[in-house]
């Protein structure tokens, strides 16, 4: 039977094969990647298109934002379509914008080339609930938490090889790069990915207005975008404003040295799974809580002895865990509120959590321009605190 026949319907009992797991990881992790290749040469970019630190600092703006459109106007689908087919498609989209990105004349054609990369690398939005569809429920988040896993080193890694990337063979070269990945992670996809049978033949229209019916129902999902949300100001604020700090006094240090705090990060992220599991023993409820106090207390930590390096590692570390920890317990939260409804709640959480992200690029771009490193720690650290309070505010189940 070839993967062309295969469909979504799993035995009850039975994990997923590892070899898909990982695939679905590795995919969630290449395509997220996109998103933040361009952080760790931000100073570069702004010297070769001789633009201000509020002018490059659209080009992850965008992009977050062309991710939160993507995942509101089409994550949902992967509920009315066949999953595969949708995945496959953002696959050679988001080929063709990377490929854009490592040809841009001006920052014009960037700035674009940084909508279109978000808007398509939202197929990892729609594995991350094929995944979840894919795994029996009792190994669901563990299954989530592997895969988001995946994702979360994407996210980290990508700076790293981004940042030395461009300080060896120079940024066009990474888009390159990053193009070939996709290339390959499409073949890959296309012959180990299953079908899916689609669980709703609602129109396009009454998809979108039934994401408005799921907030209004389900106060879970409610609470879970807005905690995510907030957390990602911080967490964004801080990847997005690092490489700028670093390369500016008293530092002097370039994209490679940006990219390595990445590094961090991941270290943090490989912790992500036992999230997952304890979300499954003991609740996911207890895990939210934990996550948000962990990027809480690092950004508090940072915000008071600025400009310590050794400081700045540590507090990656720790933050990252807690924002990944976090936003599996979520997504354990409201995968359990609606089966059917899988890729339209991940999209209204992932929304919020883009959102965010979005608003902390900006933000912290504007924070560090005025009140510099320690402002955009201490904009964290409030964030955090925010994001911490509404999962500490008394709740029903599953909220």
């Known amino acids: 039977m070839t993967s062309a026949t295969i469909t979504h319907h799993q035995p009850a009992h039975r994990p997923m094969p590892p070899a898909l ?25 702004a010297g070769q298109f001789e633009a201000t630190p509020g002018q490059i600092g659209l080009v992850p703006t965008l992009t977050q934002l062309g991710y939160a459109l993507g995942i509101l106007l089409l994550a949902p689908l992967g509920d009315r379509y066949d999953r595969r087919r949708i995945i496959l498609g953002k696959a050679a989209v988001l080929f063709v914008a990377l490929l854009v990105a490592a040809g841009s004349p001006s920052l014009g054609v960037l700035l674009a080339a940084s909508l279109a990369i978000g808007l398509s690398a939202t197929l ?64 890959a996809l ?53 490489a700028v700090m670093l390369h500016a006094a008293p530092f002097h240090l370039g994209s490679a040295a940006a990219g390595a705090f990445g590094l961090a990060g ?26 948000a106090a962990l990027v809480t207390g690092a950004f508090v930590a940072m915000a008071i002895g600025p400009g310590q390096l050794w400081l700045v590692a540590v507090g990656a570390v720790v933050f990252d865990l807690g924002v990944q920890a976090t936003l599996i317990a979520h997504q354990t939260i409201i995968y359990s509120l609606e089966p059917a409804a899988r890729s339209r709640l ?5 929304v919020g959590m883009f959102i965010g992200m979005a608003l902390g690029s900006w933000l912290g771009s504007l924070v560090l321009a ?9 904009m964290a650290s409030l964030a955090g605190l925010a994001g911490l309070g509404v999962r500490m505010l008394p709740h029903r189940r599953n909220a």
């Open 370 to 378: 005025q009140f510099g490193w320690q402002g955009v720690c201490v």
């Open 346 to 350: 991940n999209a209204v959480l992932f």
């Open 190 to 242: 296309w012959r180990g990915l299953p079908k899916f049978v689609p669980t709703t033949h609602l129109s396009y229209g009454a998809l979108m207005a039934s994401l408005a019916d799921l907030w209004k129902r389900h106060p879970g999902l409610r609470r879970a975008t807005l905690a995510q949300g907030l957390l990602s100001i911080g967490f964004s604020g801080f990847w997005s404003t690092l």
């Open 21 to 45: 797991v990982f695939l679905l990881a590795t995919g969630a992790g290449l395509a997220v990647a996109s998103l933040y290749y361009s952080q760790p040469m931000l100073g570069v970019l």
């Open 124 to 187: 990892a939005q729609d594995i991350v609930p094929a995944a979840a569809t894919l795994a029996p429920e009792s190994h669901r988040g563990k299954t989530v938490g592997t895969v988001m896993t995946g994702l979360l080193l994407g996210i980290l890694l990508s700076r790293v090889v981004s940042g030395f990337v461009a300080e060896h063979a120079g940024w066009r070269s990474m888009f390159m790069a990053a193009a070939l990945s996709i290339a390959l992670l499409g073949a």
């Open 266 to 291: 991941a270290a943090g992220a490989l912790a992500a799974p036992i999230a997952g599991r304890l979300a499954d023993r003991k609740g996911p409820e207890i895990v939210t809580r934990l996550g």
